[in-house]
């Protein structure tokens, strides 16, 4: 189980691309997903329960576990009630920051064409509102994920969203530490369905499952192509691919946490990607040597093995650090770890990357549960186009604006130019309308009348 050291300068174009074209693996099951969805679409509870018993082997009877997730968190052991509660809280304390405030202040109404500011009034503002309904994902299988359901449960309700419904894999037992998070959390509802079936239900609803605007969370293959059948119909937060971390390390790093983080991440999954990029030929080979120790004996030994073997797995050796930082940047990784005597320096150099960690005393471990960041990340080189999951994920944005006649005025010229020349008349006629004499009387009568009244009152 060791991780091959290559010289970057050296990789052929097959193993660039192995690095640099990963992807979610979702094509080759996107017609049965499609399926799925479409059959939990029309037959509702009876598909999704169907389905439960075909790929989970589990006779699902009541598919709304709510009450069994409030029962949870009285029944599970105190320390890792305590130890969700602490997760939760730094969770929702770090994306508290985030909430926008709702602004509306006055502009000058000339423009570039009148910079003398001109007179009348020009305000602009923009408000945000939370969606209503959201859906997030809680993925399963292989291991219990606790911690994602903080990480789309907290920061949906951090945003206002008042139903917030989360699907967790179904279980002949249903793992009560994932329950007892969603009550944690705030969940307002809890299924038991997972997979296509559940992404299917969450975007059009069943008897049992109220239908969201948005789905979020992350999941194998299956729920991603479900996610991509259903975007259109209701908004999705990104298309995720297995987990990957990249890190950027020089001479000064400890190969033995290098080599931990790496084994953290291959336990994740077989498809993880796990990459090592330093400029150091003697840590290059430190690392590999390490994780091949770490890496033995583990509880899934099995998963780790496949994660290192994977082509989009390494150790690279780069000629300097700047070579070292392009290709970081290239690869655009889920989690990017720096360990260099000069952290802060590459961290300026660095664009594209969804979660950063700086610093030997930073694993990714650390903001997979408790830190306060979250962990639902783009993968497969999406951190070179959005972000991961926060409260702007679970909000709308609406601008808002009013002018005065004089600030109308102000601006009127400009708007009936551009009308005319996009060949909009109509347009050019709703400002003109405006200032016509019928409309000037009409405005001016009104005042005149309101003013008289005031004075025979008095």
Known sequence: MTLQVREISELSPEERAAFFDRDAGIQDVRADVEKIVDRVRTEGDVAVREFCREFDGVEVGNLDVTDAAERASDEIDDDVREAIETAAANVREFHERQVPDDWRDSFGVGGAANDDGGSGLRELGRRFRPLERVGVYAPGGTAAYPSSVLMGVVPAKVAGVEHLALATLPAEELNPVTLAAAHVAGADAVYSVGGAQAIGALAYGTETVNAVQK?????NKWVTAAKAAVRGDVDIDFLAGPSEVLVLADATADPELIAADLVAQAEHDPNSSVVAVTDDDDLASDVAAAVETQASNREREGVISDALENDASGVLHARSMSEAVLFAEEYAAEHLSIQSD???ALLDRITNAGSVFLGPYTPVAAGDYASGTNHVLPTSGGAKRYG?????????????????????????????????AEGLEAHAESVRARFDSASATSSNSAGETESDDSDDDA
């Open 215 to 219: 789905v979020v969370g992350p999941g």
């Open 342 to 344: 000069d952290d802060e």
């Open 388 to 420: 991961g999951l926060s409260v702007d994920t679970f909000l709308r944005s609406t601008t808002v604006q009013r002018l005065d006649r004089d600030g109308l005025g102000a601006l009127s010229e400009t708007i009936t130019t551009l009308a005319a």
